[in-house]
């Protein structure tokens, strides 16, 4: 029930009204009791009443009848209780007609110019009244006074009685101004979060291509934003997931058709002489290798991703270890008539997996002496940069070069520059692996080329 913002809303509106209210209540209360103000209104307006009763009566100061009938009048006229009193003070004539005969007690008399008098009195009822009024002659003889009366309430009851109203209806006003703002509040919040929910709808029924629209209060448009980022990403993830397998079983339908033909014509005869059997053989051997080799770098990735790549972190000399990669690939620089040559001090250390790190240049060495020509030449240099605490080491060919638009995207998983090679070498995820372990040491990976001169790639690893 108090589930609904504009619930929420309006019961905590309610409760800051109420608060306000009865704080300024209090507040009042407080002041009343302490200052005489009210007591001073109403015998200001006992006083206005007596001042304007008074010009009135002269004519029938003489007869008492008159007199009363005059006073009853003026009474009812004025909204005053009016008595008369005599030397004694006891009451002659009461214009609600209670107290004739009876004595006041306690009658404190202060007495003005003019024989204007003001004070208070006990009332024979015992509750304590102030009066205004004026001594007048009496008909008999003597003096008697009239007072203009009006019980002297606590400060309690004339709060109640002239301040709590207006606070009352105060509190009603504030109350509807509140429950219309609860409304316009939460539905300025609703609205904007039912397009965000209804758009999540949306994609969930499988229409893609749907995004919340940013609208309504800075939480709410931070909250579509980060939704329209989030379905992005998934659905960037799934595209990559549907290229990932269109990928793979591209790869493999290669290989697949020559181990299925070349099979075949074991089977069936066709490769019947020795050389066609061994030549099957060799290449139905082949390209099984092929594959094994892609599916052995399809689980490395799947490892990285995983995070469950466990990598050794040792001492490790890089000069040694480029010196086996060169001595590694020499038999295949050799056969492509391509130039190894190495550079590298003494003493390069980083902290490191050295099987990984060793796969890394050696698919760089490889990448290098089967992109370059004949003649040409392939350059291994290692050095510390001195400044930075960083060993960086290039890889420099004298190949084709790679073209520009291909340069950012060569990481890539299955990513190759010239697809329409008879003869492939990989399936493009060679680097991609080479990158991973670069960058699980904390390291860097570029590559440059001039088209025509040949590539440099540049591997960047923390020094140790
Ligand atoms: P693969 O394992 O198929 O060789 P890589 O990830 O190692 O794939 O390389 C990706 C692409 O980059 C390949 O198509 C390759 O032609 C190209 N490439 C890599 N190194 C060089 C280089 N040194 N010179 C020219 N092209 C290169």
């Given amino acids: 029930m108090f589930r609904s913002l504009n619930t929420r809303l309006l019961i905590s509106y309610v409760l800051v009204i109420l608060v306000c209210l ?9 002041f009343l009791r302490t200052s005489p103000l009210w007591t001073n209104l109403i015998a200001l307006r006992l006083d206005a009443a007596a001042r304007a009763t008074m010009p009135t009566l002269r004519p029938a100061l003489n007869s008492p009848e008159a007199l009363s ?67 007048i002659p009496a ?42 703002l609860a409304l316009l509040i939460s539905r300025s919040v609703s609205k904007p979060l039912r397009r965000v929910a209804n758009a999540a709808e949306a994609i969930a029924r499988g229409e893609a291509g749907t995004r919340a629209p940013a609208s309504g209060p800075a939480e709410v448009r931070a909250l579509a934003r980060s939704f329209n980022t989030m379905v992005d990403q998934v659905e960037a993830a799934q595209q990559s997931q549907r290229d990932f397998v269109a990928n793979v079983s591209h790869e493999l339908k290669t290989p697949l058709t020559s181990i299925q033909g070349f099979s075949q014509a074991l089977l069936d005869g066709t490769a019947s002489t020795p050389e066609a059997t061994a030549r099957s053989a060799r290449v139905i051997h082949d390209e099984a290798e092929r594959m ?19 990598l050794a972190r040792d001492p490790v000399e890089i000069g040694p270890l480029l010196q086996g990669c060169v001595e590694k690939l020499m038999p295949q620089a050799q056969a492509a008539q391509v130039t ?125």
């Fill in 22 to 30: 009865a704080l300024v209540g209090l507040g009042l209360l407080v």
């Fill in 69 to 135: 009938s005059l006073l009853a009048a003026a009474a009812d006229e004025q909204e005053v209780h009016i008595l008369l009193v005599d030397d004694r003070n006891v009451v002659r004539f009461d214009s609600e007609e209670a107290w004739v005969g009876e004595q006041l007690e306690e009658v404190a008399r202060l007495r003005a110019v003019q024989n204007r008098i003001q004070g208070t009195f006990t009332a024979p009822n015992g509750g304590r009244w102030i009066f205004a009024g004026q001594m």
């Fill in 139 to 180: 008909s008999g003889g003597g003096r008697q006074s009239l007072l203009f009366v009006a019980p002297r309430l606590t400060a309690l009851v004339w709060f109640a009685e002239n301040l709590l109203p207006p606070l009352l209806q105060a509190g009603l006003v504030a109350l509807i101004l509140s429950v219309l």
């Fill in 292 to 310: 094994r080799r892609m599916v052995d770098d399809l689980l490395t990735l799947a490892r990285f991703d995983a995070g469950q790549m466990a």
């Fill in 340 to 464: 190894l040559v190495l550079d590298a001090p003494e003493q390069l250390l980083v902290a490191g997996d050295a099987d990984r790190l060793a796969q890394v240049f050696a698919n760089l060495i490889d990448n290098g002496v089967a992109h370059s020509p004949a003649g040409g030449r392939v350059t291994v240099a290692a050095r510390q940069l001195a400044e930075e605490s960083v060993i960086e080491i290039g890889v420099t060919d004298t190949g084709k070069g790679i073209p520009s638009e291909a340069l950012s995207r060569i990481f890539e998983r299955f990513y190759q520059v010239d697809e329409s090679r008879p003869r492939k070498r990989g399936a493009g995820l060679g680097l991609a692996i080479t990158r991973e372990i670069v960058e699980a040491h904390g390291g860097a990976i570029a590559a440059e080329s001039v088209m025509g001169l040949g590539s440099k790639f540049t591997v960047r690893l923390p020094a140790q």
